[in-house]
């Protein structure tokens, strides 16, 4: 009686251990930012250095804040994307040059377009660090006060654009 | 003894004797098999092992992939985004490999501090970052904030 | 309009598989034939609505009708018209829209091909069916829906994935489908023997034509995607021992130690609770090789888009389903009756020891497999198996189960003598012998496993030509050679094909990676390539560097390869290698990258002898269990069987 219940102890165990992996997925990585306010920061504009932009600057309505840099190619699958949101859905995209020197930045913009309203340059990765940065391209979602409400790893694709990233913009325009 | 215990008898010790050295066989191959992961931050706080092969994974510092002229020896560095290690590899990389892109590479570390690679992986897509790539540089992160607390 | 007359089709679908499972299991318990009956109808219903659905996410594609979000994810304006078709399953929604599909159909055939057998039992059969139906359509109109509405809709979409832009891996996907959804036939047939309560033998002889067709369709799909990524991956290799072609090669092992054990349980009545068993951990394997495939849990190469909610979703339903099968076998195996007594030499020892040997090899996969799940959850650091693991446990459990396949085919049920059967296998022997002695003369380097491998390749070969000739010299005339004869013969052919083309290609292939300027001439294998020149190509959606390579043999130009580095519209790399393909060896040149003069390449050349015979292997496995799965004795009716007991009709 008792070796007829082997199978599905073992079938217990083997769903155990599958239940424990669920979860544990790279493009959900839980970002400490979320829910709490974006780290300060003071830096000029890629495209005129005489602008210096803060959180304070920037804030005011919700925004996207773009990670993106010349030599990441998966930037070029996103670009069209948000540039299309831009143009169609009145998105506000704010880039962040990362770890890029000016000069190639502003030419991979002229070649591929420009969508952002605002770009904040930053070629050492210092203000990267502080938002905790791990590879371009990554975007957040920070509301009219400053706040993150969302962190995204990877390129951006249409479905994480509707399902997520929209929503969060619309909900939190004031 | 009938013939029903005697084929029973025979059944169960043909089972037994199958599942023992398979489980033996399993438990060695596996130990010599298994490949631990770690991250430039580990390696540089002496945590991966000495003439052993693990594997190596983070993002390939920008800038930093360069070849050897006249040979297929290629050189990079992987990067936690906090601390950094030179890698070495002999022969192709795989088309996915890119400066700013995850990578994992199993090989040794020399005793020069640079890790010999036997093998680049890079990911098919590459919209997501390896599991183990993302919580290495959550890792390397915390430990950093962790220092600079301290100082 | 369209992609909601889609959705609606999707759910009325959902509707009748609910229907379909409810519906006839009560009516079988309660033993109402009306209700019964209604299993047919709703699996006819389903499959109707399927077809439609699957019809329309076609036609978006067709019409390139952005507005689908799938549909602009997976294809663009440039995509040529033939990619079109298969872009529907290129990626996680529409594939899945293709899995439904393939089980439908599978019970459409089988509510077609069951007329013979008692209603009662298929009305049970078909209800499993549609419990598993249920399964994928809900996950499908629930977490997956491929025809959600992009709104805006979008000028241009994104591209298909340029790995899929291949004919191996446009038809790879619906032929593992084919074989993974296959074993749920099996799977319903013995979850129906285990609700009738009386289990016979009668179940597993209406089962194994559907066995055989699933693991042949298996099979092939396996082998598409070995030679798929032999061919695209640019690497050379043909397989990896990664995650997600574990997943489905363990319901492969699985499926293989089921064909035979149906055999025994068929034709003695032995080993009933075991053939259950593996008839249920082989759809259980399939359905664990879909999570693992779309949940993310495990690195891989090559994988869906992880998604936790989804694999939370295959998870719950394998415990369902899994779950709930081998708590009905806890219950129910413990009455079942034991066959006849099996001899210590016998054809039922012999496939004992098979089944024994596969489905070791199937748990060592496995464990290999969810070791970095285990270690990861105990906290002992991220881990990776390598697959010099997987090497030598399969290595060590397949070596003894090549030698006894010859054995088997010619040993008697119930008990015979080795003296008896070696009489007809002494030939092969020798032949084994002197064939390996003769490699191992003219290709000295050749190491000790090879030569034993080529031995064992040749000894299953000519040991089952021995079977086939017993059968002609000593059978009656019209009774030599059956389907089932037949199909088992090809098919362990093909495992022998499939011993030597590995054992040759593993220890004789040369591998080069090399530097080369256009000019350059590198002497592989006792050939010559030369590197001509590089040129830029366009295709439809990529630009590519195509080289030109001149391999030769003492001065003879034998063949002009081009291989191509690729570079498509969405920014993805691919290497496209050029391949030299023989019966007894491959050449393969691809282009690594370009080097920093810019005129240089990295290029790998490799000789690969005898590589075909691994795929060549493979399609014979195919072939055979195809064969077989046409043999007239199982598809006999069995009526009157059912109504009277066995033993009074006999007597009668």
Redesign the interface.
């Known amino acids: 009686m008792l070796r007829a219940l082997i199978p599905l102890a073992v079938f217990a165990l083997i769903g155990l251990v599958l239940w424990s992996g669920i979860g544990k997925d790279p493009s959900i990585l839980p970002s400490t930012l979320i829910g709490s306010p974006a780290p300060e920061f003071s830096a000029p504009d890629l495209r005129d250095p005489s602008r210096i932009h803060s959180k304070a600057s920037l804030g005011g309505a919700p925004y996207l804040l773009n990670v993106f840099a010349s030599w990441c190619p998966s930037c070029r699958v996103e670009h069209p994307i948000l540039d299309r949101y831009v143009r169609e859905r009145g998105l506000r995209l704010v880039g962040l040059n990362w770890k890029d020197d000016a000069e190639s930045g502003l030419a991979w913009l002229k070649q591929f377009g420009d969508p952002y309203s605002e770009i904040i340059y930053d070629p050492n990765g210092r203000i990267g660090i502080d938002f905790g940065v791990t590879a371009a391209p990554e975007s957040f979602v920070i509301d009219a006060d400053g706040t993150v409400l969302y962190k995204h790893i990877g390129v951006l694709t249409v479905e994480d654009m509707e399902t997520k990233v929209m929503p969060l913009l619309q909900g939190a325009t004031p | 003894m009938n013939?029903?215990r005697k084929?029973r008898l025979?059944?169960v010790g043909?089972?037994l004797l199958?599942?023992g050295s398979?489980t033996a066989?399993?438990l060695t191959?596996?130990s010599?098999?298994?490949?631990?992961?770690y991250s430039p931050s580990d390696v540089l706080a002496g945590k991966a092992p000495q003439a052993r092969?693990f594997?190596l994974g983070g993002?390939v510092l920008?800038?930093s992939s360069k070849?050897d002229?006249?040979?297929?020896l290629a050189k990079f560095t992987v990067t936690d985004?906090f601390k950094e290690l030179p890698v070495q590899y002999?022969?192709?990389?795989?088309?996915?490999f890119?400066?700013?892109?995850?990578v994992?590479a199993?090989g040794q570390l020399g005793s020069d501090g640079v890790f010999v690679a036997t093998e680049v992986?890079a990911?098919?897509?590459?919209?997501?970052?390896?599991?183990?790539?993302?919580?290495a540089?959550?890792k390397g992160?915390e430990q950093a904030q962790a220092q600079s607390n301290y100082q | 309009m369209l992609p909601e007359l889609g959705q609606i089709a999707l759910i009325l679908a959902l509707l009748l598989a609910v229907f379909q499972a409810m519906v006839p299991l009560v009516g079988a318990h309660l033993n109402r034939e009306p209700l019964m009956q209604l299993a047919r109808p709703a699996a006819y219903g389903q499959f109707a609505f399927l077809v439609f659905a699957y019809a329309i996410l076609t036609e978006g594609f067709i019409a390139q009708d952005f507005s689908i979000a799938y549909v602009a994810q997976n294809s663009n304006l440039a995509l040529p018209m033939h990619y079109r078709f298969s872009a529907v399953w290129g990626a996680h929604e529409g594939s899945l829209l293709l899995w439904v599909l393939m089980l439908s159909g599978w019970t459409v055939a089988l509510a077609l091909f069951s007329k013979a057998l008692p209603l009662r039992f298929v009305a049970r059969a078909l209800g499993t069916m549609g419990i598993i139906s249920i399964g994928f359509l809900s996950f499908t109109a629930f977490t997956s829906n491929p025809f959600e509405r992009h709104v805006p809709a979008l000028s241009d979409g994104n591209d298909l994935n340029p790995l899929l832009q291949d004919f191996g891996l446009i038809v790879h996907p619906p032929m593992l489908y084919m074989g993974y959804v296959g074993f749920a036939v099996a799977f319903a047939f013995a979850i129906a023997a285990l609700l009738d309560g009386h289990i016979d033998r009668q179940w597993v002889r209406w089962s194994r034509p559907w066995t055989n067709l699933a693991w042949g369709f298996l099979t092939l799909g396996i082998g598409l995607g070995s030679w798929w990524a032999y061919y695209e991956l640019g690497w050379g290799g043909w397989w990896f021992w990664d995650p997600v072609e574990n997943a489905s090669f363990m319901p492969w092992l699985a499926g293989a130690a089921l064909i035979h054990s149906q055999a025994v349980t068929e034709k003695r009545g032995t080993f009933g609770a075991w053939t259950l068993l593996l008839a249920i951990s082989a759809f259980s394997l399939s359905l664990l090789g879909a999570f693992l495939v779309r949940s993310g849990v495990l690195t891989s190469v090559h994988s869906f888009a992880s998604d936790p909610e989804r694999g939370m979703f295959i998870l719950v339903f394998l415990v369902i389903v899994t779950g709930g099968a081998l708590t009905l076998y806890a219950i129910r195996a413990p009455r079942l009756v034991g066959g006849p007594p099996v001899g210590l030499y016998s054809r039922e020892s012999l496939l004992l020891a098979n089944n024994i040997l596969l489905t070791v090899a199937c748990a060592m996969v496995l464990i290999g497999t969810l070791y970095p799940l285990v270690a990861d959850a105990l906290g002992w650091g991220k881990v990776s198996v390598g697959p010099p693991y997987f090497g030598l446990m399969f290595f060590v459990l397949m070596a003894p189960l090549v030698w006894l396949i010859p054995l088997g085919a010619l040993t008697r049920w119930q008990g015979d003598s080795i003296g008896n059967v070696w009489v007809w296998l002494r030939t092969a022997a020798a032949l084994a012998a002197v064939i390996a002695a003769i490699a191992w003369v003219a290709q000295r380097e050749l190491p000790i496993k090879a030569v034993l491998g080529i031995a064992a390749g040749i000894w299953v070969i000519f040991g089952t030509f021995a079977f086939l000739w017993r059968r002609w010299t000593t059978a009656a005339r019209g009774q030599r050679l059956t389907a089932e004869m037949l199909g088992m013969s090809l098919a362990h052919v093909g495992v022998g094909m499939f011993v030597i083309g590995v054992m040759v290609t593993e220890s004789l292939n040369v591998e080069r990676d090399v530097r080369m300027a256009p000019g350059d001439t590198v002497e592989v294998a006792g050939y010559q390539v030369r590197f001509v020149k590089s040129y830029h190509e366009e295709g439809p959606n990529f630009v590519a560097d195509e080289g030109v390579f001149e391999i030769s043999r003492n001065g003879v130009v034998l063949s002009e390869q081009h291989p191509q580095k690729r570079q498509y519209l969405r920014g993805q790399v691919m290497t496209e290698a050029a391949i030299d393909a023989g019966f007894f060896a491959d050449f393969y040149i691809a282009m690594g990258e370009p080097l920093e003069d810019g005129q240089a390449w990295a290029v790998r050349l490799y000789y690969k002898p005898m590589i075909r015979w691994v795929w060549l292997g493979a399609l014979l496995m195919m072939f055979g269990a195809f064969v077989a799965a046409t043999e007239r004795r199982l598809r006999q009716t069995v009526r009157e069987e059912v109504r009277v007991p066995a033993h009074s009709a006999v007597a009668s």
């Open positions: 013939p029903i084929r025979i059944l043909l089972l199958g599942i398979a066989l399993a191959a596996l010599d098999n298994v490949n631990h992961f092969n594997r993002v920008e800038g070849r002229g006249g040979t297929l985004r002999e022969g192709i990389l795989p088309d996915l890119k400066e700013g892109q995850s994992i199993t992986l990911k098919h897509d590459e919209n997501y970052m390896p599991a183990e790539v993302a919580e540089i959550a992160k």
